[in-house]
Each structure stands twice: as structure tokens, then as C-alpha cells.
């Protein structure tokens, strides 16, 4: 059965620091890990990995994959308020596109 | 605008009183999928379609069915709702082996 591991469960920082989001995983057939941003509403779209050690990068955040070590993070710096939120991590398997998704993160940025 | 809708967006009802929540994307995708977000448990996969016609279950399937006659469409059916299914639900679709599902903006299901 596939599994999402997601670290810290919740995290309270002030805005400007930097923020590391972990994500650890088993799935039968990896094809992809994917990185959401859930605020009040429904989840939004950040990140998808597909190969090890490639950085994808969006303005303040940054997204790795390990996949030997089975594990991904996202990086957020320079936080500010708008950033909190739950971060969600999936991973999809291979053949029917499967996700199976973390609890995730919950994200507070005090002013 | 690109798009996934869901209807309702809130019910209260009762044990037993079949329900549908429709959904319906825009964007032609091929692949849609039901979840259920609980506190602490996460978004799990109900259902999840590939194409017309074609349907699977996900992690949590047992009360619910689906159906996918058409591309655009894809209902969530509760033919005897239980209390243990009130919960957050969310449609997603996407492009087969592309970026990401987009997400619809739930609705949110209390059965009593």
C-alpha cells in the first residue's frame, strides 16, 4: 500500500524566516511527487517531481527529490503571511495515476 | 475560465436519502477523481476515472459509486448515506501524465 510521510505535522514561524516542508514516501511504482498548497479552499498546485536531484523553483519556494533516499522537500524563504497554510505531498503511481496523499503541514507565519 | 465545478456546495442530510454531487470540468482532461478530506486523516481517493467509461476505485470506495458517461462529467453518487460519510469532498481532474489535478472547491457533506 502506497504511504506519505509528512514533517513536521505543524510549524509556527515568524515572517521572513526560511521554512523546510518533508516529505518521505513508499509507493509500488513511483511515476511522480507532487507538492499542493491548501489554504481555506481547495487545494492549488505547486510542484510536480519526477526526476532525483533537479530543483524546481518558483519565486520563494523550491521543491527537491531524493529518490533513493524516498523522500522530497519544499522550500519556502523569506515567508510572509500569505504562505500560511497546510502544504499537502502526494505521490502518484505509475499505470493508473493514483494519488495517494500526506496529512500535511500546517504552515503559520506570524507577522 | 478554466475550471471544476461541483454542486452543491453544502448539504445537510439524512441517513439513508440517496444523494449525487455532480462535477464537471472545462478543461477536457482525461482523468478525474473524487477525495474526502478528514482531519487527520488527510485527502483520501474515493474513486478516480481515466476516461469515459472507464472507473477504479481509490482507497475508500465502500458507500459511494460513480460514473463517467461523458468526459466533462463525473458524479459522486451515495445510494444510503451513513453518518461516518460526512465529511469534505473534492473533484480533481487533469490531463493523463500531466502537472497536477486541478481541484474543485468541494463541498461540504453532514449527514444525520
Known amino acids: 500500500e502506497d504511504k506519505v510521510v509528512q514533517s513536521p505535522l505543524s510549524l509556527v514561524v515568524h515572517e521572513g524566516d526560511t521554512v523546510t516542508l518533508n516529505c518521505s514516501y513508499e509507493?509500488?511504482?513511483?511515476?511522480?511527487l507532487l507538492w499542493y498548497k491548501q489554504e481555506k479552499k481547495a487545494p492549488t498546485f505547486l510542484f510536480m517531481l519526477?526526476?532525483?536531484?533537479i530543483e524546481k523553483k518558483s519565486g520563494r519556494l523550491s521543491s527537491i527529490l531524493d529518490k533513493k533516499e524516498l523522500f522530497s522537500i519544499l522550500n519556502i524563504t523569506a515567508t510572509q503571511t500569505g504562505d500560511s497554510a497546510i502544504y499537502l505531498c502526494?505521490?502518484?503511481?505509475?499505470?493508473?495515476?493514483?494519488?495517494?496523499f500526506g496529512t500535511g503541514t500546517r504552515l503559520t507565519i506570524i507577522p | 475560465e478554466a475550471q471544476v465545478t461541483q454542486n452543491p456546495r453544502y448539504l445537510i442530510t439524512v441517513t439513508g436519502k440517496k444523494l449525487t454531487v455532480t462535477c464537471s470540468q472545462n478543461?477536457?482532461?482525461?482523468?478525474m477523481s473524487w477525495y474526502r478530506q478528514d482531519p487527520g486523516l488527510g485527502l483520501r481517493q474515493i474513486y478516480y476515472?481515466?476516461?469515459?467509461?472507464?472507473?477504479d476505485k481509490g482507497d475508500v470506495p465502500e458507500g459511494y459509486k460513480v460514473s463517467r458517461k461523458e468526459k466533462r462529467n463525473f458524479p459522486l453518487i451515495l445510494e444510503s448515506p451513513s453518518p461516518n460519510q460526512t465529511s469534505l469532498y473534492f473533484c480533481?481532474?487533469?490531463?493523463?501524465?500531466?502537472?497536477?489535478?486541478?481541484f474543485g472547491p468541494g463541498t461540504r457533506l453532514t449527514v444525520t
Open positions: 480533481a481532474s487533469s490531463f493523463l501524465g500531466r502537472d497536477g489535478q486541478y
Open positions: 509507493v509500488t511504482n513511483f511515476r511522480s
Open positions: 519526477t526526476s532525483s536531484g
Open positions: 502526494a505521490v502518484e503511481d505509475f499505470g493508473n495515476e493514483k494519488l495517494t
Open positions: 478543461m477536457n482532461h482525461e482523468y
Open positions: 476515472s481515466m476516461n469515459v467509461e472507464v472507473t
